[in-house]
């Protein structure tokens, strides 16, 4: 023995399942990597067609052109600093995660001809949506690997940042 005592086991990186901020799992920041790129390729081709957050407010949208600016702007926001925490290894941000992208799908399916019109408009835009979609896609299977990987009681492979 050394004559030190062991840690208490809540102050140790592997009991916390929401994993402390000092460590991150390679599945995160691949996952999060993939959902930034889609994030940024969809903003850049909005921004460059002058629609969705970039163009004005859909038909039968009743908010003023500020409202809809000052609203996707608190969209964007969230959506940016829900990827930061998922990158940053919290299991509540990617439970949240699976629960917006459920309720997308369903609001897309509930919706889809009017989705489906807005986003097949031009090559470009189809062309960013089926590459937006598997990189989801691809985030997706990622965070579900490591949240069925490491679930409660499992000690996560954790890497120091980088």
């Known amino acids: 023995m050394s004559g030190h005592p062991l840690p208490h086991p809540s102050r140790t990186p592997t009991a916390n399942p929401t994993m402390p901020p000092t460590l991150r799992r390679p599945h995160d920041v691949l996952a999060t990597n993939l959902l930034f790129a889609g994030f940024l390729l969809g903003s850049l081709v909005d921004f460059y067609t002058r629609t969705g957050v970039y163009g004005p407010p859909p ?42 992208l459920a309720l997308s799908m369903l609001l897309y399916t509930r919706y889809s001809q009017k989705t489906v019109d807005t986003q097949f408009s031009t ?8 590459i937006q979609w598997l990189l989801e896609f691809l985030a997706t299977a990622l965070l579900v690997v490591d949240l069925w990987k490491y679930r409660k009681g499992t000690p996560p492979a954790a890497a120091p940042l980088t």
């Open 59 to 100: 038909p039968g949208n009743h908010l003023s052109p500020t409202a809809h600016a000052i609203s996707s702007g608190i969209f964007l926001v969230f959506i940016l600093v829900h990827f930061y925490y998922i990158r940053r290894g919290y299991r509540w941000a990617k439970i949240l995660f699976f629960i917006c």
């Open 123 to 130: 090559p470009l835009k189809s062309v960013s949506f089926v």
